[in-house]
Antibody, heavy 121, light 105 residues
Framework: EVQLVESGGGLIHPGGSLRLSCAAS????????MSWVRQAPGEGLQWVSH????????YYADSVKGRFTISRDSSKSTLFLQMDSLRAEDTALYYC??????????????WGLGTMVTVSS | DIQMTQSPSSLSASVGDRVTITCQAS??????LNWYQKKPGKPPKLLIY???TLATGVPSRFSGSGSGTDFTFTISSLQPEDIATYYC????????FGQGTRLEI
């Protein structure tokens, strides 16, 4: 069964850092590009960041550029999101999402259940 | 950024009704448009990709059409389990989602 399981969320003070993880199983992780998508409470979906299958290409939403870093460890079939200089507006449920492509940012065909990040003093 | 405008923002319908949601892009995105279903407490589920292709396992009552800037998502006969919020998403450039359409019975 194809599965994505996020972890690492929690309550963090403004300015703090957090590292999210997404463990993948049921498919060949190294063959697919991956993204992070978030949903703030009561709001819609917002794409956050994307990484190609090799990790050689990364992309970020303007709202997180320079503060978040996406990476992956194919030996562990795990996707990461390092979140620094966190702000209250980063409070959201963060989803890990798989694309059916090696490189392209296109469609999100498999999603995890999400991990909640709350930034508050 | 390409802006995606969905309408309506909410919709009330009855079981068996034909339901239509529209999504308009701020610029030409060809057919680089996907539709997702989001239920509370669950992750989004891909329904339609490339504007009109039904994702694997998705019932045929769901359909999508359009290209360029104007797109339509249709449920031909609304079922109780279709109560959810629906989002369009473009990928002609960095992905952006519509604001969502909340569907109620």
């Amino acid at each position: 069964e194809v599965q994505l399981v996020e972890s690492g969320g929690g309550l963090i003070h403004p300015g703090g850092s957090l590292r999210l993880s997404c463990a993948a199983s049921g498919f060949t992780f190294s063959n697919y590009a991956m993204s992070w998508v978030r949903q703030a409470p009561g709001e819609g979906l917002q794409w956050v960041s994307h990484i190609s299958a090799t990790g050689g290409s990364t992309y970020y939403a303007d709202s997180v550029k320079g503060r978040f870093t996406i990476s992956r460890d194919s030996s562990k079939s795990t996707l990461f999101l390092q979140m620094d200089s966190l702000r209250a507006e980063d409070t959201a449920l963060y989803y890990c999402a798989k694309t059916p492509d090696y490189e392209a940012l296109s469609v999100f065909d498999i999603w995890g259940l999400g991990t909640m990040v709350t930034v508050s003093s | 950024d390409i802006q995606m405008t969905q309408s309506p923002s909410s919709l009330s319908a009855s079981v068996g009704d034909r339901v239509t949601i529209t999504c308009q892009a701020s610029q030409d995105i060809s057919d680089y448009l996907n539709w997702y279903q989001k239920k509370p407490g669950k992750p989004p589920k891909l329904l339609i990709y490339d504007a009109s292709t039904l994702a694997t396992g998705v019932p045929s009552r769901f359909s999508g059409s359009g290209s360029g800037t104007d797109f339509t998502f249709t449920i031909s006969s609304l079922q109780p389990e279709d109560i959810a919020t629906y989002y369009c998403q473009q990928y002609d450039s960095l992905p952006t989602f519509g604001q969502g359409t909340r569907l109620e019975i």
